[in-house]
């Protein structure tokens, strides 16, 4: 697995890697992903097990594809509104209440690994990223998460691997540094 | 080191061109609303070739079309005409669209909500409040007798 390049989601907040082998980037990927009916009803049959398992209480294939469109609407209008007010000033959106920590209280986590939430609680809807600095992240990528932990499905094994390697890439083009290590807790989601 | 040295840095490994999601999520927000009909359309379209245990290969085959054809409809992005959903509705025997007249009752299997109760992503969504189970039903919408068994305790509760 190996970064190409990175993108730009939001001035000076929000960036995007490119996988090799990607025809775009992870945060492109993602939204395309989240409104393709096709893409998502297969995912949501491969993983209905899961999907029906209660957590999210009843729910149908159908109603799932509808209801992941109808969330990554929101949460890509709210990105949407973000990119267009640092566009026009250079007031830095607030990421940091929009970005949780995925191991706060795990040591052998020295970069701050983060996801972002769904505009709407509960959500199955995640965005990884990477913060390096306050309010700078770099997404990695991101999945619909319908199980407690991320070790306990493949497609979410495979965003931990993207994780560690854009930790990697960072620390590599000497982007993030010893200072850069410090744990926090993020405030919870807060539409703004 | 600061995020201002950061940023500076980040300059040199950033790309120079614009990121594609940007003018994707201006099209999809510009286009939502006919692309809500047409995701509708390909996930009934998805939900009935599974249902049936056809394939998208035979759909195309049935409508003499490409199987890339299909599945560009599949991914629920097509602006489809008339024409394709009629052709679709032949192919799978099964109704896509329904143009109700002003003034005219819903089909005779249908249900006509006399309100709405508050809006939600799909036609019925199941609520739970802690040991309360009810429906909320979207606005506008039109729901089948199996669908709307609990609408009476709905409208007690929250409307």
Known sequence: ????????????SLLSVQFYGEAEDAFTVL?????????LEDFFENNKADLQSGFFGEISVEEAVRVTID????????VRRLARASKASRREPQLDFVFKDLKANDPSFQLVKSKAYGVSKPSWLRIYAIRIAENLYVVSGGAIKL???????????????????????LINNGLISEADYQCFELGRYDER | MTKDEILDR???VVAEEPIQWIERADYRADNKKWLKRSQAVALLVLRTLREKGITQKDLALLMEVSPQQVNKWMKGK??????????????LGV???TIVQVGQPLAK???ELPYLVRQQPGPVRVNRRGTVKSKSIVMGASITKEMSFSTQSIHSKVG
């Open chain 2, 10 to 12: 980040l300059q040199e």
């Open chain 2, 95 to 97: 109704e896509i669209m």
């Open chain 1, 1 to 12: 697995m190996e970064i190409i390049r990175i993108f730009v989601v939001v001035n000076r």
């Open chain 1, 147 to 169: 199980t407690k932990t991320m070790n306990d499905r493949q497609h979410l094994r495979d965003e931990l691997e993207k994780l560690e390697c854009v930790k990697q890439y």
């Open chain 2, 78 to 91: 097509e602006n489809f005409t008339f024409d394709t959903i009629a052709r679709l509705e032949e192919a």
């Open chain 1, 71 to 78: 969330e990554a609407e929101r949460l890509e209008e709210y």
């Open chain 2, 109 to 111: 299997n249908w249900v």
């Open chain 1, 31 to 39: 939204f395309e992903q989240w409104s393709d009916v096709e893409y």
